[in-house]
């Protein structure tokens, strides 16, 4: 083999196995649809809160999972640490809005 193709295939090598490999890690999608709080009936909200407190399990699976790949060394604590941080605040923002919308529900409904 030459120098070129050697060189090329050490730099492939080197790039695949600097990716992270935290495939089996999923990023759950976060809930599609917080209900209107001005609109909703007591079962959208109901079916709101379930599907928010679903998520939340499936974030803390998922850092969990994190957590786990950055201890086999198959993901870099830097960016098993920057995915769990980004996961969290999407939860978080998440269940803001639900709350605001929880307010806003119980707020007409006296």
Request: net charge neutral; proline share 5%.
């Amino acid at each position: 083999m030459n120098a070129p193709k050697r060189i090329l295939l050490a730099t492939a090598l080197a790039y695949a196995v600097s990716l992270p490999a935290h495939a089996d890690c999923v990023l759950p999608p976060a809930p599609s649809k917080i209900p209107d709080g001005t609109t909703a009936s007591e079962q959208e909200m109901l079916t709101a809160m379930a599907t928010l407190k679903e998520y939340n399990g499936d974030v803390d699976t998922y850092t969990k999972c994190l957590d786990f790949e950055a201890k086999q060394n198959h993901l870099s604590r830097t960016d098993a640490d920057r995915m769990h941080n980004t996961a969290i605040e999407t939860l978080q923002k998440v269940a803001a809005k639900f709350n605001e919308q929880v307010r806003t529900f119980k707020s007409k409904s006296g």
